[in-house]
Every structure is written in structure tokens, then in C-alpha cells.
């Protein structure tokens, strides 16, 4: 079905702008994904999450992708994890009030970290894209600290160029959040099925490599770490390593979402070809 757009209320007051694509099957029977954007994007992501619904609708998901609080299309107040923990928390609450019971995420970026560190009770899986689990590395240490000495100088939050929704704010606040969140202890004590995904262009941005997860992760034996060369692989243990697990599945031999295992691949290969 078209998709239409919607406001979801916020804990806090105020809603948040988002995008609901239905299969038009019932939410107690179809499955949800609620696709989280990165930092300095929107709802849209250029594209991406569109074309991402589309193809997943195809395949009898539903999709749900929205503005975090300050971002896109809602009104401007100062960005921090927090309240995107907070805003994901909503929203996954809002669906679950529509019937949802079999509700997954895929988080780009700054939302891959806001969907580790987010509180969702049942959620059925993971898949994190290019995830900015250690933001503060990605900036490096000396040019983070520089920039937090800066922010607490200030008396304005500063303006960052985004969307064309306009830019978005930041302070001291926003650097503060991220410093006192522990990625490896929520990646540690993350239980629900995951697949990281990190293509090899960002690794010298993103220091999240095998010896960090492996150092970290005690996760489940559905818990998989690809590293991509353009294509996913045939045999993803054969290439890299598969956490606690002794066998590896392949994404091209999907036909029907029998487990959770393959709900996370199939959701991958949908998004590769998006």
C-alpha cells in the first residue's frame, strides 16, 4: 500500500514526523521494521530508506522510518543520544499499540548506536549498518575533546549542516551524552538476533573491527560480523568470524522467513540492493 505519512506522540510532548509503508495485512500478523536514520540525516536518507521499504514490502514487511527530535522535518531543539534512545523508545512503543508483535530495526550510522543502547522488549532482531558505535572515536580523541572544550564555551548550540530540512543543533550536551555511554558493555549485554554490517571504505572512520567485537561480544550464536567487499558473501564464516557459532548460512539460498536467523539475513540483502 502507499505509503502515508504520520505523527507519533513523544513521551516528552510534541510528536515526531514519520513514514508508515503496510503491506495491508494486519500488524498482528505482518512483520514491522523501523529503519533509524544517522546523524545529520532525516527520515529519508536520501533515498535509501524509501527505496529500502519498497523492497521490503515486496517481501511482506512493513516499514516505519522517522525524524528523530530535531531532525528532518520536526522542530529544531538540541540533538543528543538520549533522546533518541528516547525516540525510538517511542516509536517502537507506538507500534507495538497497533498490533505489531514481530517488530525488528535497522539502525544507520548514529542510529545503529541509538538501537544498542534502546530499551525494546521483544524486538525480534537487529541489523546495524555501518554502526557509530564508538562515535567518539570515529572524530578522533584529540579533535573530540577539542570540540566538547569548545561546546562547553559556548552559550548558543551550533548549527550543523544536514538535510534539506535545514541544519540541526548541537552543545556541550550532545558531546557529554556520548562520552558517558559504555558501547562495549551494551554490546556485550545485547541478547537480541543481530547483524553488523561495515563496508570496508569506513574502517579508517570507524574503529569497530573483528578483535573489538570479539573482545566484546557475548552475544547469541545468531549474532554475525561481515566484512563486505561489494556483494554479500556465500559463506560469511569464511571470510570473517562467526561469534560462538560453529556454522554459517548463506543469504542467497533465503526463500522463506522460517527463523529469525533469516529474517536478519533477508533484510541485509535487501538493503545491499537498495
Given at each position: 500500500m502507499?505509503?502515508f505519512?504520520l505523527d507519533i506522540?513523544?513521551?516528552?510532548?510534541?510528536?515526531?514526523k514519520?513514514?508508515h509503508c503496510t503491506?495491508?495485512?494486519?500488524?498482528?500478523?505482518?512483520?514491522?521494521v523501523?529503519?533509524?536514520?544517522?546523524?545529520t540525516?532525516d527520515?529519508?536518507?536520501?533515498?535509501?530508506?524509501?527505496r529500502?521499504?519498497?523492497?521490503?514490502?515486496e517481501?511482506?514487511?512493513?516499514?516505519?522510518f522517522?525524524?528523530?527530535?530535531?531532525?528532518?522535518?520536526?522542530?529544531?531543539?538540541?540533538i543528543?543520544?538520549?533522546?533518541?534512545?528516547?525516540?525510538l523508545?517511542?516509536?517502537?512503543?507506538?507500534a507495538?499499540?497497533?498490533?505489531?508483535?514481530?517488530?525488528?530495526?535497522?539502525?544507520?550510522s548514529?542510529?545503529?548506536?541509538?538501537?544498542?543502547?534502546?530499551?525494546?522488549?521483544?524486538?525480534?532482531?537487529?541489523?546495524?549498518?555501518?554502526?557509530?558505535?564508538?562515535m567518539?572515536?570515529?572524530?578522533?580523541?584529540?579533535?573530540?575533546?577539542?570540540?566538547?572544550?569548545?561546546?562547553?564555551?559556548?552559550k548558543?548550540?551550533?548549527?550543523?549542516?544536514a538535510?534539506?530540512?535545514?541544519?540541526i543543533?548541537?552543545d556541550?550536551?550532545?558531546?557529554?551524552d556520548?562520552?558517558?555511554?559504555?558501547?562495549d558493555q551494551?554490546?556485550?549485554?545485547?541478547?537480541?538476533?543481530?547483524?553488523?554490517?561495515?563496508?570496508?571504505?569506513?574502517?579508517?572512520?570507524?574503529?569497530?573491527?573483528r578483535?573489538?567485537?570479539?573482545?566484546?561480544?557475548r552475544m547469541?550464536?545468531?549474532?554475525?560480523?561481515?566484512?563486505?567487499?561489494?556483494?554479500?558473501?556465500?559463506?560469511?564464516?569464511s571470510?570473517?568470524r562467526?561469534?560462538s557459532?560453529?556454522?554459517?548460512?548463506?543469504c542467497?539460498?533465503?526463500?522463506?522467513n522460517?527463523?529469525?536467523?533469516?529474517?536478519?539475513?533477508q533484510?541485509?540483502?535487501?538493503f545491499?540492493?537498495?
Amino acid at each position: 500500500m502507499c505509503p502515508f505519512a504520520l505523527d507519533i506522540p513523544r513521551r516528552t510532548g510534541g510528536t515526531l514526523k514519520a513514514v508508515h509503508c503496510t503491506t495491508g495485512s494486519s500488524p498482528s500478523v505482518a512483520p514491522l521494521v523501523i529503519l533509524c536514520h544517522g546523524f545529520t540525516g532525516d527520515k529519508y536518507e536520501w533515498g535509501r530508506f524509501p527505496r529500502a521499504a519498497e523492497a521490503l514490502e515486496e517481501v511482506g514487511f512493513d516499514a516505519l522510518f522517522f525524524d528523530f527530535s530535531g531532525s528532518g522535518e520536526n522542530l529544531r531543539e538540541v540533538i543528543t543520544l538520549s533522546k533518541q534512545v528516547q525516540d525510538l523508545e517511542d516509536v517502537y512503543a507506538w507500534a507495538q499499540a497497533q498490533g505489531y508483535t514481530d517488530i525488528s530495526t535497522i539502525g544507520l550510522s548514529f542510529g545503529g548506536l541509538t538501537a544498542l543502547v534502546a530499551t525494546l522488549p521483544g524486538r525480534v532482531a537487529a541489523v546495524f549498518w555501518a554502526p557509530a558505535f564508538y562515535m567518539h572515536k570515529i572524530f578522533w580523541p584529540a579533535k573530540f575533546r577539542f570540540t566538547r572544550f569548545l561546546m562547553h564555551l559556548r552559550k548558543r548550540p551550533i548549527r550543523i549542516r544536514a538535510t534539506e530540512s535545514g541544519p540541526i543543533l548541537a552543545d556541550y550536551s550532545f558531546v557529554e551524552d556520548i562520552l558517558h555511554v559504555n558501547p562495549d558493555q551494551h554490546l556485550a549485554n545485547f541478547a537480541t538476533p543481530a547483524l553488523v554490517v561495515q563496508g570496508l571504505g569506513m574502517r579508517p572512520r570507524n574503529p569497530l573491527t573483528r578483535g573489538t567485537l570479539s573482545r566484546t561480544c557475548r552475544m547469541t550464536t545468531t549474532t554475525n560480523w561481515w566484512k563486505c567487499r561489494g556483494q554479500p558473501t556465500t559463506s560469511p564464516a569464511s571470510t570473517w568470524r562467526n561469534f560462538s557459532a560453529t556454522r554459517s548460512f548463506s543469504c542467497k539460498n533465503i526463500t522463506k522467513n522460517t527463523c529469525k536467523r533469516e529474517k536478519i539475513c533477508q533484510i541485509f540483502q535487501l538493503f545491499w540492493s537498495t
